[in-house]
């Protein structure tokens, strides 16, 4: 979405390095962050999320942060491997349940 | 469980032809939505229904329209379609309250020639 901004649109890392994501958004009304992963040719999938009242979370290899005052949250995934080459989407979801996508992170993870 | 099923998976039509694509969720959730895709972009929201009975525009409603049959069903139709709605599409559905997880079908591939 317009009010979505998504860094980088691509990024190749080498399996066992880190990679980071990045987005930032302008709705003030915005208090659940999600990230989505998005395979070929299926639909996307939620893989870690965050409310507005916590700065970050971790789930195994992959962690969100969460700056509410400067308007953005990132996506960290440590210890890439292949099958974490995907597309992810971030969504700030309002408390209508409105979410607006980033563009998106093409992520390739070369071995 | 089969969480959001969509059908059909593909699906090519004409300029002016009309389809209906059909969503359904098992997940007794109380909204519904229906997003495009098109290449190198995040999904926009099309229409999407709060709760059973109640229907509301998106972000790109234009060139569509939506059916919410009962609880589990949402259905998004293109009455004359045209090559600008060539797209992906999907569908979601949110158990409800405000900062509940979206859950995605597997998507509907459409060409319209």
């Known amino acids: 979405g317009e009010n979505v901004e998504q860094h980088p649109s691509t990024l190749s890392v080498q399996e066992g390095d880190s990679a980071v994501i990045k987005c930032t958004y302008s709705d003030s009304a915005s208090n659940y962050f999600p990230w989505y992963k998005q395979e070929l040719g299926k639909g996307p999938q939620l893989i870690i999320d965050?409310?507005?009242?916590?700065g970050e979370k971790k789930d195994q290899r992959i962690a969100v942060t969460l700056n509410k005052t400067a308007k953005h949250f990132s996506l960290h995934i440590t210890e890439t491997q292949p099958e974490d080459s995907a597309v992810y989407f971030c969504a700030p979801t309002d408390s209508w349940g409105k979410l607006q996508f980033g563009a998106g992170t093409q992520v390739v993870v070369t071995p | 469980n089969a969480g959001v099923t969509q059908t059909p998976k593909f699906q090519v039509l004409k300029t002016g032809q009309s389809m209906t694509l059909q969503c359904a969720q098992d997940?007794?959730?109380?909204?519904m939505y229906w997003y495009r895709q098109d290449p190198g972009m995040g999904l926009r929201l099309i229409y999407y229904?709060?709760?059973?009975?109640?229907?509301d525009k998106g972000e790109v409603p234009n060139g569509y329209n939506v059916s919410r049959l009962n609880k589990r069903e949402f259905s998004l139709r293109l009455e004359s379609a045209a090559p600008s709605q060539t797209s992906v599409y999907f569908c979601?559905?949110?158990?409800?309250?405000?900062?509940?997880?979206?859950?995605f079908g597997p998507g509907t591939r459409l060409t319209v020639l």
């Open positions: 979601a559905s949110r158990a409800g309250g405000g900062t509940d997880t979206q859950y």
């Open positions: 229904s709060a709760s059973e009975g109640t229907t």
């Open positions: 965050i409310r507005s009242n916590v």
């Open positions: 997940m007794n959730h109380n909204s």
